[in-house]
Nanobody
């Protein structure tokens, strides 16, 4: 059973930074695609960033240049460094992976507010 355990998140002022981390387990074959999605109040869940096993990353236009995704294949972890945060970045952030199916973490709250 694939499990994703997130850490990080919290409250930060506009312009600040947060770092999210996610540890994946439970797959004998590793994790092909890992990434982060988010869901703001009253909105649909949306892609933030993904990274393939080989390190190819993809970002939503709204976070390009501010967020950086990285992964460690030896530890099956994926991280999201979020800089220059804006109020509109406030959301529940979900870790995601695909490994013969799609799996989600429980979500972690990131709040940007003055």
């Amino acid at each position: 059973q694939v499990q994703l355990v997130e850490s990080g998140g919290g409250l930060v002022q506009p312009g600040g930074s947060l770092r999210l981390s996610c540890a994946a387990s439970g797959s004998m074959f590793g994790f092909s695609l890992m990434g982060w999605y988010r869901q703001a109040p009253g909105k649909q869940r949306e892609l933030v960033a993904t990274v393939t096993r080989r390190g190819t990353s993809n970002y939503a236009d709204s976070v390009k240049g501010r967020f950086t995704i990285s992964r460690d294949n030896t530890k099956n972890t994926v991280s999201l460094q979020m800089n220059s945060l804006e109020v509109d970045d406030t959301a529940v952030y979900y870790c995601y992976t695909s490994s013969f199916g799609e799996f989600w973490g429980q979500g972690t709250q990131g709040t940007v507010s003055s």
